[in-house]
């Protein structure tokens, strides 16, 4: 009591504190273990819980094919173990979690592994995507097999899928598993062919072959004995004997001296045999060598034809035979022969010629004559020569080669003469005087350089009277030969080109009539009126042409035309050694008829005649109605006026002289000649007129021309 009521009676005061001695034990805490197995337990189930939420499932297949086509697959197991009857094993290499047939993983990429006993093993890579589900499926290949190959007989040839691999027998040979073509081939025997099936997975298996024989046995026999059997001309055995032939067509033959050689064909069955029995040999031919001077004879024997010399006969043996040997221009030659068998001989006959003669007049007489291709001289003479076809041949430079075949006769002289040309003689002789067209047209030809007025002055001098300013003097020559129609192009020609042309009429005077000359036509169609009958004869066209329209000419070309200026004045002018002034003579007007001119008739359709003159016809007449000229020609200065060919120009004065001139190859206007049924007047009636134009008028016509070479 004293304690407590001191306490009450003074302060409380703190007891004093004193550390424990540096060696003294301090308070102990206490552990607790299952503390610590439910936190391990937590941080487990939390990342289990975060790996199942983001893991994803797959489901892994295996997929073997074995050699024989069978399949063996399995699933992947939670523990990654064998699979099916492949005892297939599958390692991931990486945090996976097996779940009944499927794998728990997370998306990526990660290698996998899969092996099985008997398959290669598969190393690959596991892409694992966001999807909830996935499978892949894994396939394994089959290891090779081992293949044993024997046959009968050995040493037979192997074939693997078309690959030769050697001679059996073969043992353990590596072949990939599946479906082969196995094929073994040996000389004499048919081709042994299977399909086999290789299991793989290194499994041994084994074939055997047996090859059957690619022969036959044939048995034969001949009379005599000992003939050389022959299988395509190679000697296997002698008779009597049995010989092996290949399966086929095949051909037997039987070979002995002084015998003709047996031959048949067989048609063998391999394993089938065949008896051919005792084959009786005939004695063999006699073979005669025959050949002849001159070679070529024809030759029969016993009448029948066998060819010509040199040849080779077979002759029955022992009989006589007649040989008979002809040839043109010979004597016949004949003979009897008799060989015996197998005998050999040879035989040449000089044939006696049957000689005619020919005697040749030759001019000139420096000129070589060949016979047969040989010289045997210059110019005439008589020649012995047989009695068959000869080529005689006479030339000289300069002249035109001259060659005629001949048959002499004998007891028969005959005479030829050669009567050679210059070139140019030559070739003037080979062309036609005269053409006929597809279209009935007559050309006649023109050779100017016959002419003394082959080099002449177109136009007229200016103090004649009438003469106009385009009828400018120049001078002009002609070289080439050219064909000129004898009329103008009639309507029911030129309707064979355009079959709706219509000439027209004036005042009701037809000018449409099929006889008549064709009028109202351009230059550009009567130029292709030319190139189209040029066509039609196979001839080349002369005029150029592109889409439709002449452009141009080609001067080298033989096709139709129309006739040039140059060639129509020296056709209608060239009389003799002068140049009519009108196709009638000098003197003006015409006292008679002579062309189709604007008669008295014409004075309502002109309004302008010839005062006087009377021709029949107020427009066109039917072509050649009138006398031709000189030359032949009809209408050269009358009826319809004529196109030529040359562009229009006027020439300059002084020009020097040109030969053949055809004139610029295009313009816009062409040169038009001669008078027509509409005109009078003494200018225009003057054959040295000249008119120009392009477009169609109802008084121009025209008339073709063509180059003879």
């Not at 024989?213 to 049995?242: F, H, K, Q, R, Y």
């Amino acid at each position: 009591m004293s304690d407590t009521s001191g306490a009450r009676d003074g302060a409380i005061t703190p007891a004093a504190f004193e550390p424990l001695s540096p060696g003294a034990p301090g308070p102990q805490r206490r552990h607790h273990p299952l503390r610590w197995l439910l936190l391990g337990l937590g941080l487990l189930f939390a990342l289990l819980m975060a790996f199942l939420l983001s893991a994803r499932s797959v489901l892994i297949s295996v997929d073997a094919k074995g050699a024989a086509g069978t399949d063996a697959s399995s699933d992947a197991s939670s523990d990654a173990s064998s699979h099916a009857s492949l005892d297939a094993r599958i390692d991931i290499d990486g945090l996976h979690l097996p779940f009944g047939e499927r794998v728990l993983i997370r998306p990526g990429s990660y290698p996998l592994s899969a092996s099985a006993t008997g398959y290669a093993p598969l190393q690959t890579r596991l892409e694992v995507t966001d999807d909830d589900s996935q499978q892949v499926l894994l396939t394994l290949t089959p290891l090779p097999g081992r293949l044993d190959i024997s046959a009968e007989p050995a040493g037979a040839r192997v074939l693997l899928d078309g690959e030769a691999l050697g001679n059996a027998p073969l043992n353990n040979l590596e072949v990939a598993a599946g479906p082969h073509t196995l094929r073994l081939e040996a000389p004499r025997y048919q081709s042994w062919e299977r399909e086999i099936d290789v299991t793989g997975r290194e499994q041994r298996q084994q074939v055997q072959a047996q090859l059957l024989p690619a022969w036959a046995e044939i048995s034969l026999a001949s009379n005599p004995a000992g003939a050389t059997v022959l299988v395509d001309g190679e000697a296997v055995a002698t008779t009597p004997a049995v010989v092996e032939v290949l399966q086929g067509e095949q051909r037997l033959g039987l070979s002995l001296a002084g015998f003709a050689t047996w031959q048949q064909t067989l048609e063998v069955v391999a394993g089938q045999p065949q008896d051919l029995g005792n084959i009786t040999l005939t004695p063999a031919a006699g073979v005669l060598q025959l050949s002849s001077s001159p070679s070529g004879a024809n030759v029969t024997l016993e009448g029948e034809y066998q060819g010509q010399t040199p040849l080779t006969l077979e002759l029955a043996p022992g009989v006589a035979q007649r040989i008979q040997l002809s040839r043109p221009g010979y004597r016949r030659h004949s003979e009897s022969l008799t060989l015996a068998a197998g005998e050999q001989d040879e035989r040449h006959v000089r044939l006696s010629a049957q000689l005619g003669e020919l005697r040749l007049a030759v001019s000139p007489p420096e000129a070589t004559v060949k016979v047969n291709g040989k010289v045997v001289g210059q110019g005439s003479q008589t020649l012995s020569l047989p009695a068959f076809e000869h080529r005689i041949e006479v030339s000289l430079p300069g002249y035109a080669t001259v060659v005629r075949r001949v048959t002499p006769r004998s007891g028969i002289e005959q005479q030829l003469e050669f009567a050679l040309q210059t070139q140019e003689a030559a070739k003037l002789a080979k062309l036609t005087p005269q053409i006929t067209t597809a279209l009935g047209q007559t050309l006649k030809l023109f050779i100017p350089g016959d002419s003394p007025l082959k080099e002449f002055t177109l136009g007229a001098s200016r103090r004649e009277s009438g003469r106009r300013a385009n009828e400018v003097l120049r001078p002009v020559a002609l070289q080439r030969m050219f064909y000129l129609q004898t009329t103008e192009v009639t309507n029911a020609q030129f309707r064979q080109f355009q079959a709706n042309h219509n000439s027209g009429q004036v005042e009701g005077n037809s000018l449409n009539r099929e006889h008549q000359p064709v009028a109202a036509v351009s230059w550009q169609q009567a130029a292709q009126f030319c190139n189209w009958l040029s066509r039609k004869e196979g001839l080349e066209p002369f005029y150029r042409q592109e889409q439709g329209i002449v452009t141009g000419f080609n001067p080298n070309a033989l096709g139709y035309r129309l006739p040039s200026e140059t060639e129509w004045a020296w056709a209608a002018r060239a009389e003799g050694e002068s140049l009519l002034k009108f196709p009638w003579g000098e003197t003006f007007p015409p006292t008679e008829p002579v062309e189709n001119y604007a008669d008295n008739t014409s004075a309502y359709v002109t309004g302008r005649i010839l005062n006087g003159y009377t021709d029949g016809y107020v427009v066109s007449a039917p072509v050649a109605s009138f006398k031709p000229n000189s030359k032949g020609l009809y209408d050269m200065g009358g009826n319809v006026a004529e196109w030529v060919h040359d562009v229009y120009t006027i020439p300059p004065a002084n020009a020097g002289r040109e030969t053949d001139p055809l004139g610029a190859q295009s313009g816009d206007n062409f040169v038009i000649r001669g008078a027509s049924w509409s005109l009078s007047k003494l200018a225009e009636l003057r054959l040295s007129y000249r008119d120009y134009g392009q477009a169609a008028r109802d008084d121009v016509g025209f008339r073709i021309a063509r180059y003879a070479e």
